[in-house]
């Protein structure tokens, strides 16, 4: 009997495909026996055909005895024409790994909401008895902004039904270099809950630095690279991760299982220290998102502005690109901030769905004169009518380059949008004007064009 027949007679009715992988063919189905849509996930041939069938069930068994909110239940398995299968939730929102790739890196307060919420089904896992061994964005489904990990017991499942937990079946690694602990690479049968804490860190560390701690020309190049040092701290990657989540991260990428967080908690918890943390931005930038955030919040209001009823809205189709500041003391670097500014408003002025001014032509006469402080800012809002605001500032750095920091705000909200940045000057101004020019618009497009 066919695996769809097999299936069909289980009530499944096998629909089209969804997503597949290395290992794996997902497949969205009717589940008409009990009214819902589901999906069905095949092993291919290549992995399944060397999988003892009882162990595997007996392990996906195993994992479908997890209930809870951040972990995607297991409703079936088996087995039909030499191939292993397992039913579960069709989601119908988008894995880590689509959003990643299409937003790069994370506002920090998601990733470590998406994180907690990971490390909260890890706990409950790890507390059965249950190791994932293949955490990673492909695996993390981001379903009504919540996060749910799927595949739990798969990989292990996979390497118990091969020789006693070895690292490959058939040349298939069971997890994935970018993201396995060193022990797991190793080929270790016996890794614990300190194996995915490492592979969990590794995530932390893409959603905000926007690519893995580690990375290689091949899966053993990728491997092998762990094993060189530590990874570049996410505080050097990102000037707004706070240090407390920098180094909560880098202790959960240790090379020594010994050297990680004994539990996944206290990594959950260090990362959560972090919640009332201001980003480490020059006191400016902040002054000003601060002061968006009061002025658009009804707290405290411009000259002129009514003082009854709700405020009218601002387009947040329309963006006012702010003068950067200048932070570094030093006057020759001026220009600097004017050609950016040039730069991004240039690009942004192609997204055909956006309207774009500067400050430049458009701040008004009580505005002039003043830094890009939160008075500028408020003021530039107020007189353009725009709904969101590019700004920024830029200043020497910890080795002497010149680093840049832009912020999109929403000025409805005062909420800070997107943080990008640092980028410093090494190269050229042109090379910093275009990759800053690009990231802004690319932003842009996500949040505000096509929201």
Request: charged residues 25%; contains cysteine; glycine residues 10%.
């Given at each position: 009997?066919?695996?769809?027949?097999?299936?069909?007679?289980?009530?499944?009715?096998?629909?089209?495909?969804?997503?597949?992988?290395?290992?794996?063919?997902?497949?969205?189905?009717?589940?008409?026996?009990h009214?819902?849509?589901?999906?069905?996930?095949v092993?291919?041939?290549?992995?399944?055909?060397?999988?003892?069938?009882?162990?595997?069930?007996?392990?996906?068994?195993?994992?479908?005895?997890?209930q809870?909110?951040?972990?995607?239940?297991?409703y079936?398995?088996?087995?039909?024409?030499?191939?292993l299968?397992?039913?579960?939730?069709?989601?119908?929102?988008?894995?880590?790994?689509?959003?990643?790739a299409?937003?790069g890196?994370?506002?920090?307060?998601?990733?470590?909401?998406?994180?907690?919420e990971?490390?909260?089904?890890?706990?409950?896992?790890?507390a059965?008895?249950?190791?994932?061994?293949?955490?990673?964005?492909?695996?993390?489904?981001?379903?009504?902004?919540?996060?749910?990990?799927?595949?739990?017991?798969?990989?292990?499942?996979?390497?118990?039904?091969g020789?006693?937990?070895?690292?490959?079946?058939?040349?298939?690694v069971?997890?994935?270099?970018?993201?396995?602990?060193?022990?797991?690479?190793?080929?270790d049968?016996?890794?614990?809950?300190?194996?995915?804490i490492?592979?969990?860190?590794?995530?932390?560390?893409?959603?905000?630095?926007?690519?893995?701690?580690?990375?290689?020309?091949?899966?053993?190049?990728?491997?092998?690279?762990?094993?060189?040092?530590?990874?570049?701290?996410?505080?050097?990657?990102?000037?707004?991760?706070?240090?407390?989540?920098?180094?909560?991260v880098?202790?959960?990428?240790?090379?020594?299982p010994?050297?990680?967080?004994?539990?996944?908690?206290?990594f959950?918890?260090?990362?959560?220290?972090?919640?009332?943390?201001?980003?480490?931005?020059?006191r400016?930038?902040?002054?000003?998102?601060?002061?968006?955030?009061?002025?658009?919040?009804?707290?405290?209001?411009?000259?002129?502005?009514?003082?009854?009823?709700?405020?009218?809205?601002?387009?947040?189709?329309r963006?006012?690109?702010?003068?950067?500041?200048?932070?570094t003391?030093?006057?020759?670097?001026?220009?600097?901030?004017?050609?950016?500014?040039?730069?991004?408003?240039?690009?942004v002025s192609?997204?055909r769905?956006?309207?774009?001014v500067?400050?430049?032509t458009?701040?008004?006469?009580?505005?002039r004169?003043?830094?890009?402080?939160p008075?500028?800012?408020?003021?530039?809002?107020?007189?353009?009518r725009?709904g969101?605001?590019?700004?920024?500032?830029?200043?020497?750095?910890?080795?002497?380059?010149?680093?840049?920091?832009?912020?999109?705000?929403?000025a409805?909200?005062?909420?800070?949008?997107?943080?990008?940045?640092?980028?410093d000057?090494?190269?050229?101004?042109?090379?910093?004007?275009?990759?800053?020019?690009?990231?802004?618009?690319?932003a842009?497009?996500?949040?505000?064009?096509?929201?």
């Amino acid at each position: 009997m066919s695996l769809r027949e097999h299936l069909a007679s289980r009530g499944i009715l096998l629909g089209d495909e969804v997503g597949h992988g290395a290992t794996a063919v997902v497949y969205r189905a009717e589940d008409r026996r009990h009214g819902r849509t589901v999906a069905v996930k095949v092993f291919t041939p290549g992995s399944g055909g060397e999988l003892a069938e009882d162990r595997f069930l007996r392990e996906i068994q195993l994992a479908a005895g997890l209930q809870h909110p951040h972990i995607l239940p297991v409703y079936d398995s088996g087995a039909a024409d030499g191939a292993l299968f397992y039913v579960m939730p069709y989601v119908g929102g988008e894995s880590l790994r689509a959003r990643l790739a299409r937003e790069g890196r994370l506002p920090v307060q998601v990733a470590l909401g998406i994180a907690r919420e990971v490390a909260d089904a890890l706990a409950f896992a790890h507390a059965h008895g249950v190791v994932h061994r293949d955490i990673k964005p492909e695996n993390i489904l981001l379903d009504g902004g919540h996060a749910v990990v799927t595949d739990f017991g798969v990989a292990l499942a996979v390497g118990h039904a091969g020789d006693n937990g070895r690292l490959t079946i058939g040349g298939l690694v069971v997890g994935s270099p970018a993201y396995m602990s060193p022990e797991q690479a190793s080929g270790d049968p016996a890794v614990d809950g300190r194996s995915d804490i490492y592979s969990l860190g590794c995530v932390v560390y893409e959603m905000l630095a926007g690519e893995p701690p580690f990375s290689g020309m091949s899966p053993r190049g990728i491997v092998a690279s762990r094993f060189l040092g530590p990874p570049v701290p996410l505080s050097r990657r990102r000037s707004d991760v706070p240090a407390e989540v920098s180094a909560a991260v880098q202790k959960a990428l240790a090379l020594d299982p010994a050297e990680r967080f004994a539990r996944v908690e206290e990594f959950a918890a260090a990362l959560g220290a972090s919640r009332a943390t201001a980003p480490r931005r020059p006191r400016s930038r902040v002054l000003a998102v601060v002061a968006v955030t009061l002025a658009f919040a009804g707290v405290t209001l411009l000259p002129g502005r009514p003082q009854a009823g709700a405020p009218e809205r601002l387009d947040p189709r329309r963006v006012a690109v702010a003068t950067l500041s200048n932070e570094t003391g030093e006057r020759r670097f001026a220009p600097l901030g004017d050609q950016v500014e040039a730069w991004i408003t240039d690009r942004v002025s192609r997204l055909r769905e956006l309207e774009v001014v500067t400050s430049a032509t458009t701040v008004p006469a009580r505005a002039r004169g003043v830094s890009d402080g939160p008075e500028r800012l408020q003021a530039l809002a107020e007189e353009t009518r725009a709904g969101t605001l590019v700004t920024g500032s830029y200043y020497r750095g910890e080795k002497g380059a010149v680093e840049f920091h832009i912020d999109i705000v929403d000025a409805n909200s005062g909420e800070l949008l997107r943080a990008i940045g640092p980028v410093d000057d090494t190269g050229s101004a042109d090379r910093v004007s275009d990759q800053l020019s690009r990231d802004v618009a690319g932003a842009l497009d996500t949040l505000v064009a096509r929201p």
